[in-house]
């Protein structure tokens, strides 16, 4: 500003003053961000004309960090990528390096990490409407969904013993079994939990500043949706039905029927309305899994290759002893060669791991889509246009964790 | 429909009925707790701060193998063995980096002795970074104070992993039964014996 000189300032004040685009650094440390994405924004007055997101300030290495573990070893990582769902990721990522060696879950285990991974998906859309919400200026809702997020992390804690990092399944099976107080606890959440979802929405869903602030906001269409790749409520709000539950399924959800929630218009509201209704339909998952589960072991029996002995037998058994030293210093024994591409429906998307194996008791390489990355791509596409305020909903509705996106 | 829309627009009736809801909350439980006061019990099988475990003559159970450290994601366990007079294995130094570790437990699920424990201790800040720095004194020290007597064998035979039985079929499996549930629902408690259920009201107690 200070080096207009006073010949230039004449002329501006007789054309008339010329305006310049603000350049608006927004975040890593903004709270509306929901971590440490920063995006650039140019305005002008309060219109976005070109919003930039940067990512990376999270970033870990954790594909990196993937090629020096055991197969086992890697499992805690995959709990730090989408840190509020991790049993969603841990299940994901299990899947993959049992789809890798071909073996199979018992199916005791698969219908327990279908009812781990529904309650994730539960805390994680519980965790997103209370932010969103907070985000957008109801902020009444915040406590509400966190008391029975609460719920569903002591049933967290009791099962594996930590709430957020849970690291719980295991290749072929899962860690322990499920007890009596988990499911009857469970079963009473499911049986109450339909009302609290209406508590939410005699909050928020009729009310007139809520539907102000998300209705015809952020809108995409249903083909341009697929172009930018999106999946999840994001792809689901625009009209698609595609659900990775429905298309490849996984685990228990054969055995399971629920619906796949659509919306119409493809704007804020409709992403918030497929929520709370993919909300209902893993409630109803939830249900159908304590109910039907059969006995049964936890953990694939006839793969002693792949899946630690039980310890009774290391601490009275040679062979068994043996087997436990190779495969936690060596990794599983025999891993097959090959690669392959495994996917599931965690609660932000399609998270997807691709495994490059050469043989030995490490991935060669393991390389992961996650939704999170994907969904901060079209940020721009949603926001330029719009009104600056209008970027806080955009960022909330498409439900983007950076430790996913920068893993 | 029109005409009602325009009565619930002009009415405030869904602001009305937010409010109602809000206000209702006055009447019942907190759900929140005011931490340092009222401190939280984990349960059991928690995974905490490390122990190392005594056998019943006082010496530790570790044998100084090297599978928990080699488990570690975190690479935060070091064990020195040499070797004594009767060329026996002798674990010099056990360290562990709590802030490095990520508390998997997969130490506790890989190491065959069951040397090694995650207690329900969660509350360790302190001042200097030496003081998170685990020597084998302090780990013994720990299990002394969180795991000693009934609670360390309990311990490992409900949480060692992985047990016999996830490998096969047995009959006490718990599975879901509607007539146990009638009996028991709203008054399901946890191990520690606390409400492992919360209802509109907050805790019940």
């Known amino acids: ?28 440390q903004h709270p509306s961000t929901h971590g440490v994405l920063r995006l650039v924004l140019e305005l002008d007055g309060e219109t976005v004309v070109k919003c930039t997101p940067y990512v990376g300030y999270l970033h870990r290495g954790t594909e990196k960090l993937c090629e020096h573990r055991t197969y086992l070893n890697a499992l805690p990582l995959s709990d730090r990528l989408d840190y509020i769902v991790s049993m969603a990721n841990n299940v994901g990522y299990v899947l993959a390096v049992e789809r890798l060696f071909g073996i199979e879950a018992p ?30 200026g109801a902020m009444t809702v915040f406590l509400y969904s966190f008391r029975e997020r ?64 998300t209705k015809g906001i952020g809108v995409i269409s249903a083909e341009e949706a697929i172009n930018w790749g999106l999946t999840g409520p994001v792809l689901r709000g625009s009209g698609v039905p595609y659900d990775v539950r429905k298309f490849a399924p996984y685990d228990a959800y054969p055995w399971v029927d629920f619906e ?64 436990q030293f190779v495969l936690i210093t060596k990794g599983p024994i025999a891993a097959p060669e090959g690669e392959i591409y495994s996917a599931i429906e ?44 209008d970027v806080i909903a955009n960022i909330g509705t498409i439900d983007i964790v950076l430790g996913e996106c920068d893993r | ?87 026996q294995k002798i674990v010099e130094r056990y360290e562990i980096e709590v802030l490095r570790c990520v508390y998997c437990a997969l130490c506790v699920e890989a190491c065959p002795f069951q040397a090694i424990a995650l207690t329900e ?10 003081d998170f720095y685990m020597t084998k004194e302090k780990l013994l020290e720990n299990w002394d104070k969180y795991m000693a007597g009934k609670k360390g064998e309990e311990y490992f035979k409900r949480f060692w992993h992985p047990l016999e039985n996830d490998f096969r079929e047995y009959e006490g499996q718990p599975i879901f039964d509607p007539e146990r549930y009638k009996r028991r629902k709203g008054k399901i408690r946890d191990i520690r014996g606390e409400w492992l259920i919360y209802n509109g009201n907050g805790r019940r107690q």
Request: proline share 6%; glycine share 6%.
């Open chain 1, 1 to 28: 500003m200070s080096n207009i000189t006073m010949r230039e300032l004449k002329e501006d004040i007789r054309t008339g003053l010329k305006t310049k685009e603000l350049v608006l650094s927004m975040g890593p």
């Open chain 1, 107 to 136: 199916p005791r285990a698969k219908y327990i990490r279908t009812i781990v991974s529904e309650m994730a998906r539960l805390s994680g859309h519980l965790l997103w409407i209370a932010t969103h919400a907070l985000d957008i």
């Open chain 1, 150 to 213: 609460e719920w569903l992390l002591d049933l967290f804690e009791h099962l594996c013993g930590a709430r957020l990092t849970t690291s719980y399944p295991r290749i072929g099976g899962v860690r322990n079994d499920v007890t009596e107080e988990f499911l009857d606890s469970l079963y009473e959440f499911t049986e109450e939990f339909p009302r609290r979802i209406e508590e939410y929405e005699t909050l928020i869903d009729q009310n007139r500043i809520w539907l102000q602030r």
């Open chain 1, 260 to 323: 796949v929630p659509v919306g119409k218009n493809g704007d804020v509201y409709d992403r918030y309305k497929v929520r709370m209704q993919e909300m209902r339909q893993s409630n109803r998952i939830i249900k159908q899994c304590i109910e039907r589960m059969p006995k049964g072991p936890v953990m694939a029996p006839d793969a002693p290759k792949f899946t630690l002995p039980p310890k009774e037998k290391v601490m009275s058994e040679m062979e068994s002893l043996i087997h």
């Open chain 1, 346 to 389: 965690a609660p932000k998307g399609e998270l997807g791991f691709y495994i490059v194996s050469d043989g030995t008791g490490r991935p060669y390489r393991l390389r992961l889509r996650s939704p999170s990355f994907v969904h901060a791509s079209v940020l721009p596409r949603l926001c330029e246009g719009h009104l600056v305020a």
């Open chain 2, 1 to 87: 429909m029109r005409l009602k829309e325009l009565i619930q627009k002009v009415l405030f009736i869904e602001i009305l009925k937010g409010m109602a809801l809000t206000l209702s909350r006055l009447f019942t439980r907190p759900v929140t707790r005011q931490y340092p006061e009222e401190k939280k019990q984990a349960l059991p099988g928690f995974r905490g701060l490390h122990a190392l475990a005594r056998r019943p003559d006082g010496t530790a159970r570790c044998v100084g193998c090297g599978l928990c450290a080699a488990i570690c994601p975190s690479e935060c366990i070091h064990v020195y063995t040499t070797e004594g007079p009767d060329h």
């Open chain 2, 121 to 130: 201790h969660y509350e360790y800040a302190n001042y200097s970074r030496d």
